[in-house]
């Protein structure tokens, strides 16, 4: 069980969001590339990094940031990047770079068959990241909603070799709810690709019920806000996960 920690990028700084909107950004560090140092410092082995304003975009609009994240962290840790990448030629750019994985949102969607190219030439390289609102996928930064279910949606991409899928709760994201178990553990049971829970992780509770037998299924989860308010001790979280 992998435990990812977030940096959500927007304007070059590190920011969370309350329930994706881009107006109720909260700024936890000015310095990128430092704050991913220290989650590397702490022990992390993957870095979950999203460019806020790029998914409004379509279009990398923080690379500089993550350019200054990957000299501070490579090679020891490993970096999964999504937000505004929709095409093949910043697919490669992102991976050459040395991005270990990057996420399509909005592509999953709107060309599928580009993921599923994208999976073939990069294997073990390409995740597919579905955000939903009341059980429907949203897509373009959040801002709209397509009535697909995100079993529906995930399906689409049995055996083309994605990596993972990483499901986000909008309505959980950056309130600190709790994961919302119940449809991640759903998805993950109705697919064969590996679930990544996000949204909503707040506490050392949500840590325990990952490693609950029935969450076996999960690949892991991303946590963000809880790190930055100290709710969850990242060290105490690691060390128990380890132990699964």
Not at 34 to 45: C, E, L, V
Request: proline share 4%; net charge negative.
């Amino acid at each position: 069980m992998i435990l990812y920690p977030a940096i959500d990028l927007k304007d070059g700084v590190c920011v969370r969001l309350k329930l994706g909107d881009m107006n109720a950004a909260t700024v936890y560090n000015a310095d990128p590339a430092a704050q991913a140092r220290a989650f590397q410092d702490i022990g992390f082995p993957w870095l979950h990094v999203v460019d806020l304003n790029g998914a409004f975009a379509g279009r990398s609009v923080n690379g500089e940031a993550v350019d200054a994240i990957l000299a501070a962290v490579m090679p020891g840790m490993r970096v999964q990047l999504g937000g505004g990448i929709r095409d093949m030629a910043a697919i490669e750019a992102w991976l050459g770079k040395g991005i270990s994985r990057v996420i399509l949102g909005t592509v999953a969607l709107r060309d599928p068959g580009l993921v599923k190219a994208a999976a073939k030439a990069f294997p073990g390289r390409v995740v597919v990241g579905i955000d939903a609102r009341g059980g429907k996928v949203a897509v373009e930064g959040w801002a709209e909603s397509a009535e697909l279910t995100v079993i529906e949606l995930a399906g689409r991409f049995e055996d083309a070799g994605v990596a993972a899928i990483v499901y986000t709760d909008i309505d959980r994201d950056g309130v600190l709810k709790g994961l919302n178990l119940k449809a991640t553990l759903a998805l993950a049971r109705a697919v064969s690709i590996p679930v990544i829970a996000s949204g909503g992780l707040a506490s050392m509770d949500d840590i325990e019920a990952l490693c609950q037998p029935e969450a076996a299924v999960l690949d892991g989860a991303i946590t963000g806000r809880a790190l930055y308010d100290g709710r969850l001790d990242p060290s105490a979280a690691l060390t128990r996960l380890a132990k699964v």
